[in-house]
């Protein structure tokens, strides 16, 4: 017992987070989410044992088993429900929430949409590969039209549904975005995400080199922009001054809709409201100011 | 009327069927507290259409309430009725349809709207002619007429009323006193005042004209408890707080509703949490998030509902999350009928869910089970960390009765179980050293025990194994589980004093207050007649072959589909566990309650005919 307090005192290092390795293929970008979000518990010195990992089912899914936290690896599409059970009950634990674009956009959208609306308090992150990857490719809801799959091999139909759309339509009070292979920025984008109070939407773009080799280009940098501000989240260091940089204030709800809707790739933070309520502090509040009763008492209402 | 006709009887059941939304249930409610007030017995089952207000004057509309009053304890509804007093012909000929009045039942109809353009009421009347009932059709004379008329017709409940009190001779004080206690505070002094006076000139018109009238003997020696009176999914509720479950999250859905409704007034006050989740599926997920995290939750449900917590039900199993679940069964399949009771969920709760999935499942016998069920429920699940489900039904959610005031617990843990209810579910306490698949169980927060849990099969560390000894251990360990419930489960109870014979009629659940009734009338006629009613079908308990080898015949009635092809969910279960040629005799799903002379009728049709 002695030397657990003392492990949880001194300082996290990446070896105490990790668990066995992972199974996914060669040069997955879950390996780079999954690295980044391990140095960032540790720069901020968040407890693993403070910490849940709440995830659905996909090669994202797995997430939780690499990190030596507590976690739930749940079911598909149900990790936002499993989460709000945490949220409710447990607001001194760190919740953070791994989903894939199947399992967050589609079986779990209608969790997705309640989730940012209820607000409650855990950092989202969905990892988009724009495809369903551990089901052998299949067409999600963010496949890019003409994209073969195994279910559209002639291309898939439709046009993809835009996350950050999606997020900002539904009121989220945090929106961001950042890629598997931007280490710092991912770091950086979590960092403000962990910050913020409610649910924080992190759109991932996730590299799927099994299934989609050719999707999102990571040796150049032209096809996107970052977004800044002095109260957002730098540029990566790596790339800052070979890609285009835009000031963008992350209150002006606006230009945030103006920036989701370009065709244009933007990372960053598109929208933060620090002020919107949470859900399951409204919740708990209930308790705080009912009249306290005594459980000897349940029957008196009922007495003849 | 001085020459009036006084039936002395132990026990009386009376209906009142008005429109929805014209406040039969509430007039019921009045006249049965006033009736327990007095020491009487009073068992109350609210007839409720599933739209919200259909219009009046058609079948759907049909809303009313069955009382029935005894001066012993009763534990249903019974078989038929006495008196039905209808508000007008519709709803009345809908009600003949259920074919639950007594051969002398006495019907008192309102001919108010006599004059509509219509022939329905002469069709009615002939049909109660034909059936050979007796019919007393009265009209509300102008006074009291107008008041209801200034009242926008909203409370002629109360004229009907009076005449019930008077009929079952409620001492007037007692009602008037109930009346007050309900709407004095809400409703405005004038209008309070039109209520009394409706009351009044109903209780007078029956004293004048109605010739006959009952009297439910009573015995207040033995009566002298503090009483409560209380519906199921109430007592259910106030069983979740006594359980000390904290976190209750649900969907809408009829007739679970009433339990979220309940609870979100009071949980609070006791440190508890109702949460209204986007879909079923959410529901179940955050109680299991919850539980997780080491708070006891439970989530409430009906058919549709559970259809889709199943995959999450199957999830806690393999996780090892323990979880109560709520299911109040309707009548089904798809949406069927949402406010009549089936127990048709049987076998999609037993083997719902995909792969072999252990749970647990009981059924609640009575209102006081629901009290003691999230007790029960609670300790199981955190005992062995599966689902655990607690069955009720539409007519045990929705039927209110009197009864002495049960005793509270207070649990706090799994281990605080009282010995109490333990006795009271006919089960010993569980084994300290349950094996679980994973070894280690620490709740979220616990320094040093970082897990992960999974739907992936594990071994025991939790390290996902697909392994094929890995595989079958973990079926090994979670089946062992529910072994050692079974172990625990004392042999089920034989009504009466017939341990052999002739006949054993065997119910689950709801089905108990009318198998024990049954096999009364059986034994007291000195026929070799018994019967049983399990709460445990997952597991079930032991015995069961030894008691049901004694008997010539096993039987079951239950609330569930079977025919000569097909057996009912129950029999079923009971013929795979026993291989004996247990079937179903009662095993209709008309959506109304098994009755007791329903029961008697088979038996004697089939075994004494
Ligand atoms: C109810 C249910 N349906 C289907 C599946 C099969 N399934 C597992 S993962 C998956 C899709 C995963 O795609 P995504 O969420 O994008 O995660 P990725 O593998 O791409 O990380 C599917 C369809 C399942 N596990 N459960
Ligand atoms: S299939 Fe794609 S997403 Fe899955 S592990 Fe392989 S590379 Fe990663
Ligand atoms: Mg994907």
Known sequence: ?304 | MDNKTIHHVRVGRFELLMDAGFGAQKAGDILIRAFARIGKYVFIEPMIPAEISPPARSRPALSGVIMRVAEFNLENIGNNTDVILASHEVVLDRRIDDEEYNPNCRILLDMCDKDLPSATYDNVLQRIKDLRLHIYPFEVAPGPQAIIKSLAGKAKNMYYLGMLACIYNAPEEFVINEIKLTFGAKLREDVFKKNIDLFGYGYQYAKEHIPFGYEVKSDPGKNSHEKILIDGNSALSMGVIDAGIKLVSGYPITPASSILHTLAKVLPSFGGMVHQAEDEISAIGTAIGAYYAGTPAMTCTSGPGLSLKQEFIGYATAAEIPIIIVDVQRSGPSTGMPTKTEQSDLLSVMFGSHGDNAKIVFGVFDIIDCLYAPQLARYLAEKLRLPVFIMSDFQTANSYKVLDKPTLFEMNDSNGISEFVLNHFGIERLPEDIAMVRTEQAVVGTPGKMRRVTGLNTDETGSVNYFARANQRSHTVRNEKIHCVQRALKQPKLFGDQKDGEVLIVGWGSAKGAVEEAVSYFQHAGQAVSGMCLRFVNPLPPMLKEIFSRFKHVVTVELAYGDQYKHAPLAMLLRSATLIDVQAIVCGATGRPITPRSIERRVKELFYG
Not at chain 1, 20 to 29: A, D, Q, T
Not at chain 1, 152 to 175: C, E, K, M, N
Not at chain 1, 187 to 202: D, E, M, P, Q, R
Not at chain 1, 263 to 276: A, I, V
């Open chain 1, 1 to 304: 017992m002695v030397d657990l307090v003392q492990k949880t005192q001194s300082a996290l290092t990446i070896k105490d987070l990790n668990t066995e390795n992972p199974r996914w293929c060669v040069g997955c970008g879950d390996f780079g989410v999954l690295m980044g979000f391990k140095r960032f518990l540790v720069e901020e010195s968040i407890l693993p044992h403070e910490t849940v990992n709440v995830s659905g089912i996909g090669c994202s899914g797995r997430v939780p088993f690499y990190v030596n936290t507590y976690g739930v690896h749940a079911i598909h599409g149900r990790p936002i429900t499993v989460a709000m059970g945490i949220a409710l009950t447990r607001p001194d634990l760190k919740l953070f929430v791994h989903s894939g674009d199947g399992d967050a956009l589609s079986i779990g959208g209608n969790h997705l949409i309640h989730g940012i609306h209820k607000n409650f308090n855990c950092v989202f992150i969905l990892y988009d590969n724009q495809l369903y990857a551990l089901t052998k490719s299949q067409s999600s809801p963010t496949t890019r039209k003409g994209h073969p799959t195994n279910t559209q091999p002639q291309g898939t139909s439709l046009d993809p549904i835009a996350p950050i759309r999606f997020a900002l339509g539904l009121g989220a009070s945090f929106v961001a975005s950042t890629a598997d292979w931007l280490p710092d920025h991912f770091i950086n984008t979590l960092k403000v995400a962990y910050a913020h109070k409610g649910f924080s939407f992190v759109h991932v773009l996730q590299r799927c080199p099994h299934f989609d080799p050719d999707n999102f280009d990571n040796k150049s940098s032209a096809w996107f922009s970052f977004l800044t501000h002095e109260k957002g989240i730098p540029p990566d260091k790596r790339l800052a001054d070979k890609t285009e940089t835009i000031v963008h204030d992350p209150s002006d709800e606006a230009e945030a809709f103006r920036f989701a809707n370009s065709q244009h790739t933007h990372f960053g933070l598109f929208y933060r409201n620090p002020d919107k309520p949470c859900y399951d502090e409204m919740i708990r509040q209930r308790i705080v100011k009912a009249a306290k009763r005594q459980r000897s008492t349940i029957l008196d209402s009922y007495k003849i």
